[in-house]
C-alpha cells in the first residue's frame, strides 16, 4: 500500500518557498504520492476554510514537477464543474507529460455554492456536469482517475467512471461499513493526520487522528480493507496551522521512521 500527502497549497503560512519545501519533505520522507486541492474563487464561506493566498493546483503541480524527479503528483480533488473538461484534459495531459508520467486525477462536485455561482455555472446542476465531464475525461486521459466523495452517489460515481473510490476524512467504521456494501474496484481514501500523546478515543474518532500507534493501526486496517493508496491529511482547519508546517512534517518524519522499521 503507497501514502501520499495532502498539500496545503493555501492559508497565510504559505508560500512558493513553503510549497517547495513541502515537496522535499514528502519525496525525501519516501511517501508515494503529493497531492493538492481545487479552488478557483476564493469566495466568503471559502475563505473561511481555505483563505487566501490559494494556489491554483495545476500550476502549483506543474512547478512541483521541475522541483521533484519520483512522487506522484495529483489534486484531491479539482472540481470538475468549474472548468470546461477540454481544458481539464488539455491541463491533465500536458502536466503527466512534463511529469514523466506521474499524475493522478482525483475529481469530484464541490460543495461551496458561493463559488459556483461566483463562475456563473449552476450548482443544481453540478451532479450531472460531473458526470459529463468524467465522460470526456475517460475517453480523452490515461491517468488514474479516483472519483471523491463520500455520498452513495459519489461512490455510485466511482464505480462508473473511476479507478478508484477516494472518500474524504471519515471513520474506519464508516469506511468499513461502505467498502462491504458497495465493494469499489479500486479504495484510495483520504484520512486525517493528527498525533497526539494520549490515545483519542470516541466512535467518531477519525481514522489518522490519534497516538502513532493507533494510526499506524487505521493503515493497516486500510490496507486489509483492499487501499491500493492512502493520502494522509495534516490540515485539520484551523488555517494558522499553515504557518506552522512543522508540526505536520514531524508527524510525517515519525510514521516514515515507522514504516522503513517495519519488515
Given amino acids: 500500500m503507497q501514502l501520499g500527502v495532502n498539500v496545503p497549497n493555501f492559508g497565510p503560512g504559505t508560500d512558493p518557498g513553503v510549497l517547495r519545501e513541502w515537496a522535499r519533505v514528502v519525496e525525501g520522507l519516501g511517501f508515494e504520492l503529493l497531492m493538492m486541492s481545487d479552488h478557483v474563487v476564493v469566495t466568503p464561506e471559502?475563505?473561511?476554510?481555505?483563505?487566501?493566498?490559494?494556489?491554483?493546483?495545476?500550476?502549483?503541480?506543474?512547478?512541483?514537477?521541475?522541483?521533484?524527479?519520483?512522487?506522484?503528483?495529483g489534486t484531491t480533488v479539482l472540481?470538475?464543474?468549474?472548468?470546461?473538461?477540454?481544458?481539464v484534459a488539455r491541463m491533465v495531459t500536458n502536466l503527466d507529460q512534463l511529469s514523466g508520467g506521474r499524475?493522478?486525477?482525483?475529481?469530484?462536485?464541490?460543495?461551496?455554492?458561493?463559488?459556483y455561482a461566483a463562475?456563473?455555472?449552476?450548482f443544481a446542476q453540478r451532479g450531472r456536469l460531473t458526470d459529463a465531464h468524467l465522460t470526456v475525461l475517460r475517453e480523452t486521459v490515461s491517468v488514474p482517475i479516483w472519483v471523491g466523495g463520500n455520498?452513495?452517489?459519489?461512490?455510485?460515481?466511482?464505480?462508473?467512471?473511476?479507478?478508484?473510490?477516494?472518500?474524504?476524512?471519515?471513520?474506519?467504521?464508516?469506511l468499513r461499513a461502505a467498502v462491504a456494501?458497495?465493494?469499489?474496484?479500486?479504495?484510495?481514501?483520504?484520512?486525517?493526520?493528527?498525533?497526539?500523546?494520549?490515545?483519542?478515543?470516541?466512535?467518531?474518532?477519525?481514522?489518522?487522528?490519534?497516538?502513532?500507534e493507533q494510526v499506524l493501526d487505521d493503515l493497516e486496517q486500510l490496507r486489509l480493507?483492499?487501499?491500493?493508496?492512502?493520502?494522509?491529511?495534516?490540515?485539520?482547519?484551523?488555517?494558522?496551522?499553515?504557518?506552522?508546517?512543522?508540526?505536520?512534517?514531524?508527524?510525517?518524519?515519525?510514521l516514515a521512521e515507522h514504516r522503513r522499521s517495519t519488515p
Fill in 46 to 73: 471559502v475563505s473561511q476554510r481555505y483563505p487566501e493566498p490559494f494556489y491554483e493546483p495545476f500550476t502549483a503541480l506543474s512547478w512541483l514537477a521541475g522541483q521533484t524527479t519520483r512522487v506522484r503528483l
Fill in 79 to 87: 472540481v470538475l464543474p468549474y472548468r470546461h473538461p477540454a481544458l
Fill in 103 to 115: 499524475f493522478v486525477l482525483g475529481a469530484g462536485i464541490g460543495w461551496s455554492q458561493q463559488e
Fill in 119 to 122: 463562475l456563473g455555472v449552476p
Fill in 151 to 174: 455520498s452513495d452517489a459519489a461512490i455510485r460515481r466511482a464505480a462508473r467512471f473511476g479507478d478508484a473510490w477516494h472518500p474524504l476524512r471519515n471513520t474506519i467504521g464508516w
Fill in 181 to 212: 456494501e458497495h465493494a469499489p474496484a479500486g479504495f484510495a481514501p483520504r484520512i486525517a493526520l493528527r498525533l497526539t500523546g494520549e490515545p483519542a478515543d470516541g466512535a467518531d474518532r477519525l481514522a489518522g487522528v490519534g497516538t502513532i
Fill in 225 to 254: 480493507l483492499g487501499a491500493e493508496t492512502v493520502v494522509l491529511d495534516p490540515y485539520n482547519g484551523d488555517p494558522e496551522e499553515t504557518r506552522r508546517p512543522e508540526v505536520a512534517w514531524q508527524a510525517l518524519t515519525a
